[in-house]
């Protein structure tokens, strides 16, 4: 007798208590049944990044632990006001951490021969969707959705309000080594990086549900403690 093999979607999901990421391999968060969960409540609906208006190219991806999870990508040919900045001479490092709330580093190596100057911008996205909606795929808006950008702060908050129910999203940006700013819905990180000097950048969440990015980061109701300085991502393969 045989049986069907079914193949669950390709999705990396980490998790600590009642607070639960799934996104895809490259780091995306898509919506569907993706997004950053907690209190019956999907937080993040949407995550994306790109470097120099292009989405880098993923290398490698996978839990570390049940509350981690870590991503390797490398560039594609792109342009700076310096000229062209060959394929495959940046690093990129996606590091995820669930806790309290959700934090992020990302790292960036230059192995060029010549600085290189980045826009680094993060779209995240909010619903505040019921867990129950999403897991029927009928998303149903019932209350008032508003976003706000505190330059002054580095913090990016998104309310949902119906009724006497509320959620807060706080994503906030810390240890920057660039000023944060906040245009066509994205966070946006100019920097000049010098040949293998890496660039942090980060990102988090808070128990409210607040989430995401810096070039380093922290969060709402409680911000978590500074990550341990880490080594650069490793050069990316030849092609």
Not at 138 to 152: A, D, K, P, Q, T
Request: proline share 8%; with cysteine; hydrophobic share 40%.
């Amino acid at each position: 007798m045989t049986f069907p093999v079914q193949v669950g979607p390709s999705t990396i999901t980490i998790n600590r208590d009642d607070r639960v990421l799934v996104c895809q391999p490259d780091a995306r968060v898509l919506g569907d049944a993706d997004g950053f969960f907690t209190r019956d409540t999907r937080f993040v609906s949407g995550y994306d990044l790109w470097i120099n208006g292009r989405r880098p190219i993923l290398l490698a991806s996978a839990p570390i632990q049940s509350f981690s999870s870590r991503f390797e990508f490398t560039n594609d040919a792109t342009v700076d006001s310096f000229g062209v900045i060959d394929r495959q001479s940046l690093a990129l490092r996606i590091d995820r951490t669930v806790a309290d709330a959700v934090h992020e580093d990302i790292d960036i190596a230059n192995y060029a021969s010549r600085p290189v100057r980045l826009t680094i911008e993060i779209a995240v996205l909010s619903d505040f969707a019921d867990i129950f909606d999403v897991k029927r795929g009928e998303i149903v808006r019932r209350g008032e959705l508003n976003s706000r950008w505190f330059r002054s702060r580095g913090e990016l908050r998104a309310t949902y309000i119906n009724r006497d129910f509320r959620r807060e999203l706080i994503v906030a940006v810390e240890r920057a080594s660039t000023p944060a700013q906040f245009a066509n819905g994205r966070l946006v990180f100019v920097a000049t990086i010098p040949p293998m000097v890496p660039k942090p950048i980060s990102s988090r969440t808070t128990r409210n549900g607040s989430m995401w990015p810096t070039p380093s980061s922290a969060s709402g109701d409680k911000a978590l403690g500074r990550s341990p300085r880490r080594a650069p991502p490793s050069p990316p393969p030849h092609p």
